[in-house]
């Protein structure tokens, strides 16, 4: 995406919401930002919840788009956008949350005909489905499919998006013209919507599914014979459990054995001379060196009995712990799985009808479908 193509995109973004634009120049765009768009790509959400809070009035965010910084006058702020900035990607995560299903229809001249008298014309409903379709393992693929769904006759067609992207397309409804009734609902689409993706990828050649589980059994080949060869060296586990046991028990003092008591003289402290200690504060602990824990300590906060303390959770994981979580951990990195995610749709009344596309295989050409694109 090259900077020319970023601000055309800022430019339609900002057009969509109605942006009042206060300066634009070839080098940079000064903008006042609406409610939605400062919402989004504002961040200030404690402004927000303050004035929605207290019901206060709203003062718009004015921001300038740097396209060029080299070329920006001295003395104005601004913010350099390309495809890797921050604010880029937040316009860009705005965008899929209000623009991923839209309702547009189609505005032709050709239906209302060249003579004086205007006839109604009838605009047929669509539902067009722009699918992402991944293949991952250790590796992945994204196939991208772009569906278009006759709602009133009911039919598929590929490639609708490059067919809309010809059509002259509104957000409301031209004049003569009326819309015909839906004969299937969304959700028998979406029945022949997943159909369809079931039939493309019986046309894909499977041999990565297979070559991915042959990399698995390879890996998990691996792991299980290093754990055996580990367990072979390594002692078991109740008998390194007895050994430390009886270390504890060889270095624990008796407690049978008491101390020999032992008499110190100490010189008499008459009570004139008795200096009475006053408690330090923390500062002054810790200015002298001391720790925090044990200033806690002295002044009456109770440490938790050892027999107490759970220790379950500390313990070390043994071999065959390990060897399980290294296996689900190869097993999710290798093993083969689909996944379909929706880009976008939306709801389309047109008056023109796209070309129909054979879902059938074309002869020597069922690795390389001409109706999607391959990532």
Known sequence: MQQQQVRQFIE????????????????????????????DIGNRPFYWSWVEKM??????LVVTFAFHPERMPDGLRAEHMHLGASRMQQIFASTRKHGQFLCMYEQSPLALGAGSKRRSAPLVPWLGL?????????????ILLYLGINLHNPRMVHDFTSFLFTLPLT?????????????????????????EVTSVLAQEDQEWAEEARERLTEELAIV?????????????????????????????????????????DAPAISPASAVVE???????????????????????????????????????STPEQERARRMDELKWQYEPRIEVQ????????????????PTTSLPGKANTPVSRRIL
């Open 12 to 39: 339609r973004y900002l057009a969509s919401f109605s942006a009042h634009i206060v300066e634009t120049h070839p080098d940079y765009l000064t903008v006042k930002l609406p409610v939605e768009v400062d919402k």
């Open 55 to 60: 019901n206060l009035a709203y003062q718009p």
């Open 130 to 142: 722009n699918l992402k379709v991944s293949l991952l393992c250790d590796k992945k693929r994204d």
């Open 171 to 195: 957000p409301a409804i031209p004049d003569f013209f009326y819309t015909l009734d839906r004969r299937i609902t969304i959700e028998q689409a979406l029945e022949m919507v997943k159909q």
């Open 224 to 264: 299980s014979a290093y754990y055996e060869e580990l367990a072979r060296r390594e002692p078991p586990a109740e008998e390194e459990a007895m050994a430390e046991s009886k270390d504890e028990e060889e270095t624990a003092p008796t407690l049978a054995e008491e101390p020999e008591s032992v008499v110190i």
């Open 278 to 316: 006053q408690p330090q504060t923390l500062d002054e602990y810790r200015s002298s060196g001391g720790r925090i824990l044990d200033f806690l300590r002295a002044n009456g906060i109770q440490t938790t009995p050892r027999e107490e303390i759970n220790q379950a959770e500390w313990q070390k």
């Open 342 to 357: 929706l880009i976008n749709g939306g709801l389309f009344y047109l008056y023109s009808a796209p070309a129909p596309f």
